[in-house]
């Protein structure tokens, strides 16, 4: 009922929204594929999963899937090949980053109250899932029946030193998360563009008056 009585000027409204969400979506991903692709070198450290974390808790859980899977595509085709391929591993890269839209969007109003060390943490945890399921699945995939539980256990062993890399620099950037979504509200409101105002992320709600007249005098 509610939509058979919205008005022309909101639909365009929220035209408008849709649009803006989905240019700053895109531009955060492409910043994104470009940071991992410019740490490519650099054993397990990827901007990737703060990247759809950020955009979930900005945007809600439509925007974080889409960029979960178009993200982990365009990475894997254009940037992998640089060093090889991953192959069928693109399944398991991808069940992991949607898990991780997933999770951030149905507990959105959770993470933005949680302080930056907790969200370095839940960072930290999904590295660690990462890293354990691509690497246990890769290789299940790879020796098929040739793959014992030995081996499987001596591998996540000899790739401790890459585990403890991503679980550290998922730490660092997730506990930036906070950080992150106000200077992206802030870079709007001081604009006086309104329409992308998150009242229930972060500290922005707190601010909004203040940010409310600032942007009125833009």
Same mark, same amino acid.
């Given at each position: 009922?509610?939509?058979?009585?919205?008005?022309?000027?909101?639909?365009?409204?929220?035209?408008?929204?849709?649009?803006?969400?989905?240019?700053?979506?895109?531009?955060?991903?492409?910043?994104?594929?470009?940071?991992?692709? *410019?740490?490519?070198?650099?054993?397990?450290?990827?901007?990737?999963?703060?990247?759809?974390?950020?955009?979930?808790?900005?945007?809600?859980?439509?925007?974080?899937?889409?960029?979960?899977?178009?993200?982990?595509?365009?990475?894997?085709?254009?940037?992998?090949?640089?060093?090889?391929?991953?192959?069928?591993?693109?399944?398991?890269?991808?069940?992991?980053?949607?898990?991780?839209?997933?999770?951030?969007?149905?507990?959105?109003?959770?993470?933005?109250?949680?302080?930056?060390?907790?969200?370095?943490?839940?960072?930290?945890?999904?590295?660690?899932?990462?890293?354990?399921?691509?690497?246990?699945?890769?290789?299940?995939?790879?020796?098929?029946?040739?793959?014992?539980?030995?081996?499987?256990?001596?591998?996540?062993?000899?790739?401790?030193?890459?585990?403890?890399?991503?679980? *550290?620099?998922?730490?660092?950037?997730?506990?930036?998360?906070?950080?992150?979504?106000?200077?992206?509200?802030?870079?709007?409101?001081?604009?006086?563009?309104?329409?992308?105002?998150?009242?229930?992320?972060?500290?922005?709600?707190?601010?909004?008056?203040?940010?409310?007249?600032?942007?009125?005098?833009?």
């Amino acid at each position: 009922m509610n939509k058979e009585k919205t008005s022309p000027k909101q639909r365009e409204t929220d035209r408008i929204q849709s649009i803006l969400k989905m240019s700053v979506t895109a531009a955060i991903a492409s910043l994104g594929i470009i940071l991992s692709a *410019i740490v490519i070198f650099f054993p397990n450290i990827e901007f990737i999963s703060v990247t759809i974390f950020l955009i979930t808790l900005l945007f809600g859980i439509e925007y974080g899937l889409l960029t979960a899977i178009s993200i982990a595509v365009v990475y894997e085709f254009l940037v992998i090949p640089i060093y090889g391929s991953g192959g069928l591993l693109i399944l398991f890269k991808l069940l992991c980053y949607i898990s991780l839209a997933l999770v951030a969007g149905f507990g959105r109003k959770l993470f933005v109250k949680l302080s930056f060390w907790e969200l370095g943490v839940f960072g930290a945890t999904f590295a660690l899932l990462y890293d354990v399921i691509t690497t246990l699945f890769g290789q299940i995939i790879v020796l098929q029946q040739s793959v014992t539980l030995t081996y499987l256990i001596s591998l996540l062993i000899w790739g401790i030193p890459f585990t403890l890399s991503h679980v *550290i620099g998922n730490f660092i950037l997730f506990s930036l998360t906070k950080t992150l979504i106000n200077w992206v509200v802030a870079a709007f409101q001081f604009r006086g563009i309104k329409l992308l105002m998150l009242p229930q992320l972060s500290d922005s709600g707190k601010n909004a008056k203040t940010n409310d007249v600032r942007g009125d005098v833009s």
